[in-house]
């Protein structure tokens, strides 16, 4: 390198360094900057100032607590104000997992290392030592650093595309600890009940899909759940990239999560048949991540340090324990549940779960799993704890004056007493109570086993901070004794009390009693589980809007969408055409019995014949429906499958003998099974598709494609990379593009991202043999994992 160059290098390094230093600053409201010379200007000032590291109240607050050791606490509070390294996670089911793996350990642990010494790092990216086969990785570069340094430009433009196309998923260390300790299995029925913006979501389908047999679909499923519709969305798009048909997203408040219980009497009355696979929805697991004050995310939300006060954890405290009995009464006896925040408040945590243990008895109990994931360091959860309101402190329920006892409930303390029950009306000795000075106020000391719960320390592994408890349910739930407190609803919550978790990021407002109606109706088999009344309807159906009302409404061009009840809601339909079905069947040669159609396909129009898009879903979801249609349609589905066709527009489109183009989604799913309309081409064309997008027939590398590509029927095709032109057996390391066959070319229905992915694997092993064809070490460099979800990774032009 000349001598200039080295220069440059060192000034980039030093610009590196600064950075890495300021990297939380935020703009100043009133800041103006001036680009004139006029003297006469006010003084210029800087457009940005450091972000506030300080909260007294929050230093205060956790020292009292004693969440870490005194000898501790500079480190933590250090490290707390240091900015959140960047953390993601490899998609074990990509089909470029293991190449996207040697390329993080062979390229970029050497490349950038340079800079991670400059910053005064040891390592710049290394595994995550406790997560399994090293697929979660650290970078000791926070995300605003890989962002604005040129340096790391490589190594971010890498993940920007990994991630787009799903071969990564960009995650908070700690976020990636809940489904490891879930223990999923592919026949699972799982519910994430707070799941937006979808990180667990896409490791929970990871989970059931790598467990799965290589070429068949999970007989499990993951129903996806989130309040907020605009978060929702954003649920979906995240998860589209798994290519999954084995998942519902829905879009309720989660304390209300419908059981979807099929009344019997009621199903015979209505000629609803008794022997559907499932009467109702219960799951095998359940996530309950729920919105807490997310104090554990302040390295990666700095603004949470001029926001935080005591009053945010008591606030949700309530709503965390509804939403958990309503997790654990969906969950089936013998399942699992995850109760998680990103809080390291006692209140939102250790309380919480106390308060579950108390209401659940025996039916339900505390994991100790001190023995899984031995590389990740986790203390014990808190067995003593303190409440603090408006500026007091208080160690039991029966310190805390009338007036206060709207907003401090008394399942917040350790103990989870009241006062008579603390007094007793006796002097008898409670053991839950620690001997005290004169001077000082007794404290409480729960006498469940808390410890079996898990923290997770920032300053421990260069993290954020995490709670974790993993529940058992060993029997069904008791009935109720104490009936809901209406007095509870009438605490008045402080206005940060609703501060969205980074975790969860999920804002709700409760009807506690309401939401324990819910709960104790589910529990007692006397009453109906039914959140709204049941409709006559056959599977297939979906209820719509009532004519007679928009009967008034001549004018409105557009009705607004409903399903069953839920308005803006496109209805969930069946597809039952049979002309639709059997058309795309003998288009693209796929068989019944290989790859049933019937009864797998849904639409989101009850018009199938004007309808877009066909959605292709697994056994498990399409049971789940059933039984959703039968009880009236409880659920508010916003997604649904996977796109596996969609109409094509094109004026072309309409002249060929299926107007349905396979989705680039629904690819992997159904590439095993398609026998007609394949294309299998050398990688010379391959690449000059990727390259130019369309391709005339003349002008294939290959003379004899030209031929090949016009024998096919107009309209959609397969073109899959082989090593000659002879049919291959599809697995999980074929790479194939959806294209459209037009009348003298062939063009690729794929995004840009896809087709630069794929170029940029083929870059790093250029083929040897002659004429284009791959040769075996390129072959082989192309891995995967299960052909149902880690196929061919193409996706649709808008």
């Known amino acids: 390198m000349g001598r200039g160059g080295r220069h440059r290098g060192r000034s980039q390094r030093k610009d590196f360094k600064e950075n890495r230093e300021n990297v939380w600053k935020r703009s100043k409201s009133d800041t103006t900057v001036d680009g004139s010379d006029n003297a006469a200007a006010p003084e210029q000032k800087p457009t940005w100032e450091p972000i506030i590291t300080v909260n007294p109240n929050f230093e205060e607050y956790y020292k009292e607590q004693g969440v870490v050791k005194a000898e501790e606490w500079d480190l933590f509070m250090e490290i707390l ?170 879009n309720h408040e989660g304390q209300q999560f419908p059981g979807c219980r099929l009344n019997k009497s009621r199903a015979s009355e209505k000629g609803i048949s008794e022997s559907m696979p499932i009467n109702q929805l219960a799951f095998d697991r359940v996530l309950c991540d729920v919105p807490c004050s997310g104090d554990g995310t302040l390295r990666k939300a700095p603004d949470i340090w001029r926001k935080w006060n005591s009053g945010m954890g008591n606030g949700l405290h309530s709503l965390q324990i509804i939403l958990a009995m309503r997790g654990l009464s969906l969950l089936k006896v013998g399942g ?27 039916s339900v109990e505390l994991l100790d799993v001190s023995d899984k994931l031995p590389e990740l360091i986790r203390r014990p959860g808190l067995k003593k704890w303190k409440v603090r309101d408006k500026g007091g402190w208080f160690t039991s329920y029966k310190d805390v ?160 969408p409903m399903q069953g009840k839920w308005k803006g809601f496109d209805p969930v339909v069946f597809v039952k055409d049979e002309t639709v079905i059997n058309g795309i069947k003998e288009f693209y040669g796929i068989k019944d019995e290989s790859f049933p159609l019937h009864g797998h396909l849904v639409a989101r129009n009850n018009d199938t014949s004007s309808v877009k898009r066909i959605y292709y879903v697994s056994k498990s979801v399409k049971e789940v429906l059933q039984l959703n249609f039968a009880v009236g349609q409880q659920l508010k589905i916003a997604s649904v499958g996977l796109k596996m066709f969609e109409r094509q527009s094109a004026k072309e489109g309409s002249s060929t003998l299926c107007p349905f183009r396979i989705s680039s989604e629904g690819l992997p799913v159904i590439l095993p099974y398609i026998t007609k309309q394949v294309l299998y081409t050398p990688m010379a064309d391959f690449k000059l598709l990727l390259q130019d997008k369309s391709i005339k027939f003349m002008d294939f590398v290959n003379p004899q494609l030209a031929q090949k590509a016009s024998d096919l029927v107009m309209g959609s095709c397969v073109v899959i990379l082989s090593d000659g032109e002879e049919p291959v057996k599809v697995d999980a390391s074929t790479i194939a593009i959806s294209c459209w066959r037009g009348k003298a070319s062939l063009a690729v229905m794929a995004t840009a991202a896809d087709c630069q992915e794929l170029l940029e694997r083929f870059a790093e092993k250029t083929p040897k043999t002659e004429g284009g064809s791959v040769n075996e070490s390129n072959g082989d460099s192309v891995n995967g994992s299960n052909g149902d979800s880690g196929g061919p990774q193409a996706m649709e032009t808008a």
């Open 81 to 250: 104000r240091k900015p959140l390294p960047a953390a993601f996670r490899v998609n074990s089911n990509g089909q470029f997992c293991d190449e996207i793996i040697s390329i993080l350990e062979n390229d970029f642990m050497k490349s950038l290392q340079a800079e991670a010494i400059e910053g005064g790092e040891l390592e710049a990216i290394k595994p995550l030592p406790w997560y399994p086969k090293n697929l979660a990785w650290h970078s000791n570069f926070s995300r605003k650093e890989i962002r604005k340094n040129q340096t790391l430009e490589k190594f971010h433009e890498f993940l920007k595309l990994e991630n787009e196309v799903g071969n990564i998923t960009r995650q908070e260390a700690v976020s990636m600890v809940p489904p490891l300790f879930l223990d999923v299995h592919p026949d699972h029925f799982v519910l994430d009940m707070c799941a937006a913006p979808g990180s667990k979501t896409f490791q929970l389908l990871e989970i059931i899909h790598e467990a799965s047999e290589p070429g068949s679909l999970p007989k499990g499923l993951v129903v996806a759940n989130d309040v907020d519709f605009k978060r929702s969305n954003l649920l979906i798009h995240q998860t589209k990239r798994m290519c999954t048909s084995n998942l519902i997203v829905t």
């Open 336 to 362: 699992k549940m995850i109760y998680s925040t990103c809080s390291m408040n006692p209140v939102e945590d250790e309380a919480v779960v106390a308060e579950i243990l108390r209401r659940c008895g025996d």
């Open 401 to 560: 004056p009338q007036n206060r006892r709207g907003g401090v409930l008394v399942s917040m303390f350790p103990s989870g007493k009241n006062i008579k029950d603390l007094t007793n009306g006796s002097e008898e000795t409670d053991n839950t109570v620690v001997d005290a000075t004169p001077d000082e106020a007794a404290e409480e000391v729960s006498d469940l086993p808390l410890e079996r719960c898990m923290r997770i320390m920032p300053h421990d592994q260069n993290t954020g901070a995490f709670f974790i408890a993993v529940l058992h349910k060993v029997s069904p739930l008791p009935e109720f004794q104490e009936k809901p407190n209406p007095k509870r609803n009438s605490s008045a919550k402080p206005a940060d009390s609703t501060e969205k978790s980074p975790s969860t990021e999920a804002v709700v407002t409760v009807d506690e009693s309401a939401a324990e109606k819910v709960i104790e109706a589910d529990l007692n088999n006397e009453k109906d589980d039914s959140l709204e009344p049941e409709k006559k309807i056959t599977e297939g159906e979906s209820i719509t809007e009532d004519k007679g009302a928009n009967s008034s409404n001549v004018g409105d061009k557009r009705k607004v």
